[in-house]
C-alpha cells in the first residue's frame, strides 16, 4: 500500500540535484564569458559608456504693465560647477580651481567635503554670479581641468528701491515643507518657484520646464560627443492690470510714509496701482540673503514685509460712514434723522465725544457726511443695532476676503451679536455699537476690502472682484474667468445713491473735511476717515508719540457717479484723514493727465512732403531781424513713435 | 504525543552558510547605495534579517505536520488574499499588488501565497495513493498552483506569478509524473506560445525582444541587459572598482542587480565564490528533504528548493544575459522586507522539517 510514510523516490531526488549542478554550471559558464573571456572588452565598453545628463535652466516668464511695458524681467548669470563623475582626484585640483574663482582653497575642499553623500552624477555648485574672466578661465582650462563647468542660470531682476515690491513678490528655492505638499508634487529640489505676491500666485504661468542635455563622456569627464537635447520651455510672461505711470504716482506720493495705496478702476475691478510701504528691495532675495538682513526685516515693527494693501487690518474711521449712510438709508432711518450736535453725547451711561469739540450744530444727512459729524452716525448707529449694520456692511463686502488674485489676503472682522458669541462667548453690548457707527471699535477693514465696499456704492451697487491680471489675457483653463469677473448687486435706493454721492463731492469743497485736496477741473468724491488706534485720553498723554498717532484714511473716486478710477489710501500715522485725502487726489490727478494726452497725430506714410518756410535775418548791415529768408524744401515724413511715460527706476 | 525536539538538531550548518550570504548581501547594498538616496539601505536590510530569523526559529517551532492538516484553511486564505488585491489593491507602478495596511506599511500577498503554496503541494502529493500520476492528478495539482498564479498574472505580476511554476515542476516531477504526460503537456505549451505572445503587455514584449537582442534598443528595455554585462564583464578576474554602479549607470543595483554590482566589484572570484555558497545551501537542502520522516516532509523541503532554485536561475542568467529582464530577485542578497522574509520563513519550515526526522 503506497502511504504517506513512503519515501520520495530516490533516483529522482538525485535527478533534480543534478539538474541543478546543471543549472549552476551554465551561470558559471555566463559568469566566466564575461569577466574572463571578454573581460578587456566589457572594460573599454565602461570607459567609453558614460552619459551625462546637464539641465538647461528655463527662464521664468516676464511681467508687463497693462501696455506691455516690463516690469520684471530675467538676466542671465552663469554658475561655476564642479563635476564629480570622473576619476580626478578633485582635492589635488582645489588649489588651482580656487586661484581662478577667486575663492579660498580651504572653501573648495569644504564643499567638496560637504557634497560627498551625495550621488556622484551630482555636480557641486561652487560659485554663483561668475565674472567673465572667471568664465573665461574655465574655458580655458577644459582639458587639464575638465571637471570644471558652466550652468547659466536666469536671475530675477526686480525695479530697484522697492518700487512695487510686494504686488509682484520675489521668488526663492522650493523648500522642504513646500515639496511635501501635494501641489508641489512635480517640483524637485532647487527648483526657483515664487515665494509672494504675483511671483506666487501665478508660478505655474510663469515658471517654465527645464530641459537637459546629455552628452557622451569619458572617464575622465571630457565631453565625447552630443547624444540629444530636449530644450527648456520657457516661462509664458504674465500682463497685469497695473500703470506703471499711476503706480510711479502712487509710489512718490508714499515717500517717506507708512501705510498703502491702492487705484482700482470700479466698473471691472481691475487694480491700476498698489503700493505698500515701507517696503525692501527683492533683488536682495535674488542673491541668498543674509540671516542678520532676513531677521531685521521681520522683526522691523513697521512690518515692511506685509502688504498692506491686502493684509492690514484696521480700523476704517469715518470712511465706514459711508456704509453707514447706506444701512441708514435702506432702513428709512436716515433720511428723515436731524441731530442737533453739541460737540458729544451720551448713550447707554457713557459719553462719546464729536471731533469737533464745539459741536456742528443742526445736522442733517448730507452734512453729517460731508462734515464727518460724529454725533450723528452715533445716533444712526444706536437707531439701526449691530445686526443691521452687518447686514449692509457685510453685504458690501466687510469681513471677507475680497479675492483679489494675490496670495494671504485677510479677511478683516465685521462685528455682530454672532460673531461675538461664536469668539468671545459673550454677549454683544449695545454700547458698543455706537463706536462701530464712526467706524472704531470692534471693526477691522484691509484697504483693498474698504476700497471694493465704497466702489460698489459709487457704482449704485454694482460689486466687483479686485484683480490685477486680466483673465483673458491669460491662456485657456489656467484660472477659473468667472471668478475675476463675478459682478454682485447690493440692492440701494436711486435717490439714496445720488443723495450720498453727491454729499461725498462736497468733501473737497470747502464746507467739507478735505477742501485742501480739492483738484480744479476734477469731480472728485470721497470721504476722510481718522481712525485711532488707542484711546484718546491715552493719545492726548503722549501728545508727540508718533506709534500713538491716529492713522488717515481717505477712499476717493472720479467721476461721482459711475466712476473711472476710485483710489484708497491709508497714512499710517498722519493724523487726519485730510492728509491721505491730499496723497489721494493726485495719484487721480496723475490718471486724469494721463487720459488727457492726446497722442500726437503724426503724417502717415506721406512719403515726401513739401514744406515752404519764411525766416528772419540780419540785413547786410548786420541788424537783426530786418531780412526776410524763404526757402521750399523737401521733408520726408517718416514714423516717430510718441513718446512713452517715464520707465520705472531700477528699469534701465 | 509529545514529541521530543532538540535545538541539537537544528540544522546550523545551513544558517551558517544562509547568514554568509547575507551577510555579503548587506556589504554589497551599503556599497551599492552610499551615495545614493537609498543610502542606509543596509540597515533596513539588516532588520528584515533579524525578522527573519526570529521568524525561522517561530516557524520551526511549530509541528509542520499539524500545518500541514490545516493547510485547506490557509489555501483559502491566501485565495482570499489574492482577491482582496485584486479589489482593494494599490495601483503602484502600473501594477496592483500591495495593500495597504494600517501603519503604512504595504503588504504583498503574492509571497506569503509562495509559502503556502509549498505547503499545499506537498500536502496534495503525500496524500497520494498511487506511485505513478493519473491525468486527473496532473491536472487538480495544476489548478491547485495555477488558480493563484493566474491571479498573480491578472495584477498583473507576471515575474512573481512565474515563481509558482517551479513548486508545481517540483511536485509533479517528484510525485511521479511520467514522461510521457510531461511530453503531451510541452507540446501543448508549445502550440499555446503564440497566443501567450500576443497576451503580453507591451513592456513584458519589449523585454523579451531586449533579450534576443539588447544592442536593438540601447536605451530602453536593452539598456539594463547592456549595462549589467558591462559591469560584470568589467570586474575582471579579481574585481574592479566599481565605476558602473557608483555612478549609477548599474540600475536598482541593490534590488535585481545586486549580483551585477557585486561581480563588478569582486570579479570572477568572487562571484564565483556565491555561487558555490548557493550551491552548498541547496544541497544542504537537498539532504535535509532525503532525511524527512514522511513524503510531505520531502516535497515541503524540495518546494522550498524548487523556488530558491528559480530565483538563483533566472536571476543571475539576467544578470549574466542569458534571461531576460524581470523583477525577480535574488534570494537573502537582494534588498526587500517581502523576499529575506519569505526565504527565511521557508527556511524555517526546513528547520521544521529536519528537526522532527527522528522522531514519528
Not at chain 1, 457704482?459 to 486680466?470: I, Q, T
Request: aromatic share 10%.
Amino acid at each position: 500500500m503506497f502511504g504517506r510514510d513512503e519515501k520520495v523516490s530516490s533516483i529522482r531526488l538525485t535527478a533534480v540535484q543534478y539538474i541543478i549542478l546543471i543549472i549552476f554550471m551554465i551561470l558559471a559558464y555566463g559568469l566566466w564569458r564575461l569577466q574572463v573571456m571578454q573581460s578587456d572588452f566589457y572594460a573599454q565598453l565602461a570607459e567609453k559608456n558614460r552619459i551625462r545628463n546637464v539641465p538647461i535652466l528655463a527662464p521664468r516668464g516676464k511681467i508687463l504693465d497693462r501696455q506691455g511695458r516690463v516690469i520684471v524681467d530675467n538676466y542671465p548669470s552663469f554658475s561655476a560647477l564642479l563635476l564629480r563623475d570622473s576619476t580626478r582626484d578633485l582635492n589635488a585640483d582645489a588649489e588651482i580651481i580656487a586661484q581662478g574663482l577667486h575663492l579660498e582653497p580651504k572653501e573648495v575642499r569644504d564643499r567638496i567635503r560637504k557634497f560627498t553623500s551625495m550621488p556622484q552624477y551630482q555636480p557641486i555648485f561652487l560659485k554663483d554670479d561668475i565674472t567673465p574672466d572667471e568664465l573665461a578661465f574655465i574655458e580655458a582650462h577644459k582639458n587639464e581641468l575638465p571637471e570644471l563647468d558652466t550652468i547659466m542660470a536666469h536671475r530675477r531682476l526686480y525695479p530697484r528701491n522697492g518700487f512695487m515690491a510686494h504686488l509682484v513678490g520675489y521668488v526663492g528655492e522650493v523648500t522642504e515643507t513646500m515639496l511635501n505638499q501635494p501641489q508641489f508634487e512635480f517640483y524637485n529640489p532647487g527648483d526657483v518657484v515664487g515665494v509672494s505676491g504675483v511671483e506666487k500666485q501665478y508660478n505655474q504661468i510663469l515658471m517654465g520646464q527645464n530641459g537637459s542635455r546629455r552628452a557622451l563622456v569619458d572617464s575622465r569627464g571630457k565631453e565625447m560627443g552630443r547624444l540629444d537635447e530636449t530644450p527648456a520651455v520657457p516661462g509664458k510672461q504674465l500682463k497685469l492690470t497695473l500703470d506703471i505711470d499711476l503706480q510711479i504716482a502712487a509710489e512718490e506720493v508714499m515717500e517717506g510714509k507708512n501705510g498703502a495705496v491702492l487705484a482700482m478702476n470700479p466698473r471691472n475691478g481691475e487694480i491700476l496701482a498698489m503700493v505698500s510701504r515701507p517696503t525692501f528691495d527683492p533683488n536682495d532675495f535674488a542673491v541668498r540673503v543674509s540671516r542678520d538682513e532676513w531677521n531685521k526685516l521681520v522683526n522691523d515693527p513697521d512690518k515692511p514685509l506685509l502688504n498692506k494693501a491686502i493684509q492690514a487690518q484696521l480700523a476704517p474711521g469715518s470712511t465706514f460712514k459711508i456704509l453707514m449712510s447706506v444701512a441708514g438709508w435702506q432702513e428709512n432711518i436716515a433720511q428723515t434723522l436731524n441731530v442737533h450736535c453739541s460737540g458729544g453725547a451720551t448713550f447707554y451711561g457713557r459719553r462719546f465725544g464729536c471731533w469737533v469739540k464745539g459741536g456742528h450744530g443742526p445736522v442733517d444727512f448730507t452734512k453729517a457726511i460731508y462734515q464727518s459729524c460724529d454725533v450723528f452716525f452715533y445716533t444712526l448707529a444706536e437707531k439701526l443695532g449691530i445686526d443691521r449694520i452687518a447686514k449692509y456692511a457685510t453685504a458690501l463686502g466687510l469681513g471677507q476676503k475680497t479675492g483679489i488674485d494675490l496670495p494671504n489676503e485677510v479677511s478683516g472682522v465685521m462685528p455682530s451679536e454672532e460673531w461675538k458669541i461664536r469668539n468671545f462667548k459673550q454677549k454683544w453690548f449695545a454700547g458698543e455699537t455706537i463706536s462701530v457707527g464712526i467706524g472704531q471699535g470692534a471693526i477691522a477693514t484691509t484697504p483693498v476690502q474698504l476700497m471694493r465696499a465704497i466702489s460698489a456704492i459709487s457704482m449704485d451697487g454694482r460689486m466687483v472682484v479686485p484683480h490685477v491680471v486680466n483673465p483673458t489675457e491669460l491662456p485657456s483653463g489656467v484660472v477659473d474667468v468667472q471668478r475675476y469677473t463675478e459682478v454682485k448687486t447690493i440692492p440701494i435706493d436711486s435717490t439714496g445713491y445720488t443723495t450720498i454721492t453727491d454729499a461725498m463731492a462736497r468733501v473737497l469743497l470747502p464746507e467739507g473735511t478735505a477742501p485742501s485736496a480739492h483738484i480744479p477741473g476734477i469731480d472728485i468724491a470721497g470721504k476722510t476717515g481718522s481712525a485711532q488706534i488707542v484711546s484718546l485720553a491715552l493719545r492726548a498723554k503722549h501728545e508727540n508719540d508718533d506709534n500713538f498717532a491716529q492713522n488717515g484714511w481717505f477712499v476717493g473716486f472720479t467721476p461721482r457717479r459711475n466712476p473711472e478710477i476710485i483710489v484708497c489710501v491709508l497714512f499710517e500715522g498722519g493724523e487726519h484723514g485730510k492728509l491721505a485725502a491730499r496723497l489721494a487726489t493726485q495719484v487721480i490727478k496723475a490718471y486724469v493727465d494721463k487720459q488727457n494726452r492726446q497722442p500726437t497725430k503724426m503724417a502717415k506714410d506721406a512719403g515726401k512732403v513739401d514744406v515752404g518756410a519764411l525766416w528772419a535775418t540780419p540785413d547786410e548791415d548786420g541788424k537783426a531781424n530786418n531780412g526776410i529768408g524763404a526757402g521750399h524744401f523737401v521733408v520726408e515724413a517718416s514714423e516717430k513713435k510718441p513718446p512713452l511715460a517715464a520707465a520705472a527706476p531700477g528699469l534701465q | 504525543m509529545s514529541r521530543y525536539v532538540s535545538y541539537r538538531d537544528f540544522d546550523w550548518l545551513l544558517i551558517i552558510f544562509v547568514l554568509m550570504i547575507c551577510t555579503i548581501g548587506v556589504f554589497e547594498i551599503q556599497s551599492a547605495t552610499v551615495h545614493t538616496k537609498f543610502a542606509g539601505a543596509h540597515i533596513k536590510q539588516m532588520y528584515w534579517i533579524l525578522g527573519g530569523l526570529i521568524g525561522m526559529f517561530l516557524v520551526s517551532l511549530l509541528n509542520y505536520q499539524a500545518l500541514l492538516e490545516q493547510v485547506h484553511w490557509m489555501y483559502i486564505a491566501a485565495i482570499g488574499s489574492l482577491m482582496s488585491v485584486m479589489i482593494f489593491g494599490q495601483k503602484y507602478l502600473g501594477a496592483r499588488r500591495w495593500i495597504k495596511m494600517p501603519g503604512g506599511q504595504h503588504f504583498q500577498p503574492s509571497e506569503w501565497v509562495k509559502l503556502i503554496l509549498i505547503l499545499a503541494v506537498a500536502k496534495y502529493f503525500a496524500d497520494m495513493h498511487h506511485r505513478e500520476l493519473s491525468w486527473s492528478d496532473f491536472i487538480k495539482a495544476g489548478a491547485i498552483v495555477g488558480i493563484p498564479m493566474l491571479m498573480v498574472l491578472a495584477q498583473p505580476d507576471l515575474g512573481t506569478a512565474l515563481t509558482y511554476m517551479p513548486i508545481a515542476l517540483m511536485g509533479l516531477f517528484l510525485g511521479g509524473v511520467r514522461l510521457k504526460q510531461a511530453l503531451i503537456v510541452l507540446l501543448i505549451a508549445g502550440s499555446v506560445m503564440p497566443l501567450a505572445w500576443h497576451k503580453l503587455k507591451p513592456y513584458q514584449k519589449d523585454r523579451l525582444i531586449s533579450f534576443m537582442e539588447p544592442e536593438a534598443d540601447k536605451q530602453g528595455s536593452g539598456y539594463q541587459v547592456i549595462q549589467s554585462k558591462i559591469a560584470v564583464g568589467s570586474g575582471g578576474i579579481w574585481g574592479g572598482t566599481g565605476t558602473q554602479t557608483h555612478l549609477s549607470y548599474l540600475p536598482v543595483p541593490q534590488t535585481d542587480f545586486i549580483f551585477a554590482a557585486f561581480s563588478e566589484e569582486h570579479g570572477f572570484v568572487g562571484a564565483l565564490g556565491v555561487l558555490l555558497l548557493y550551491f552548498i545551501v541547496l544541497m544542504r537542502l537537498t539532504q535535509n528533504a532525503q532525511t524527512a520522516p514522511d513524503r510531505a516532509g520531502t516535497f515541503v523541503v524540495m518546494g522550498v528548493v524548487a523556488v530558491l532554485s528559480f530565483h538563483i536561475l533566472v536571476n543571475v542568467g539576467m544578470v549574466v544575459g542569458f534571461m531576460p529582464v524581470t523583477g525577480i530577485p535574488l534570494p537573502l542578497m537582494s534588498y526587500g522586507g517581502s523576499s529575506v522574509l519569505f526565504m527565511f520563513l521557508a527556511l524555517g519550515m526546513v528547520m521544521n522539517v529536519r528537526m522532527r526526522r527522528f522522531v514519528n
